[in-house]
């Protein structure tokens, strides 16, 4: 019990200032190319199916997109937990 109270403090410091993990850029999914069904923005996801599963679709942090319409294709450059990131095919 000791040893909890003494170390909480300098564990929890380190908790707080670990860096994000980063997205998985070596899955099978990357380059999966799809069109949007709904308009995607950097505020506002979207959604889609993909092998049963609903995946949250994102802008990719990397693209210069601001939002993307419906009905365009985009390919997955990133995939994170439930989340594709994408961005524009072309």
Do not use: C
């Amino acid at each position: 019990m000791l040893i909890s109270v003494l170390l909480w403090k300098p564990l929890r410091a380190i908790q707080r200032n670990s860096i994000a993990p980063k997205k998985d850029n070596s899955s099978d999914i990357i380059g999966l190319k799809f069109r949007l069904e709904r308009e995607i923005s950097t505020t506002a996801p979207g959604v889609t199916r993909y092998s049963g599963i609903e995946w949250q679709v994102v802008i990719d942090l990397a693209s210069e997109q601001q939002s993307i319409a419906a009905g365009t294709s985009v390919v997955v450059v990133s995939v994170d937990a439930g989340t594709f990131w994408v961005d524009v095919v072309g």
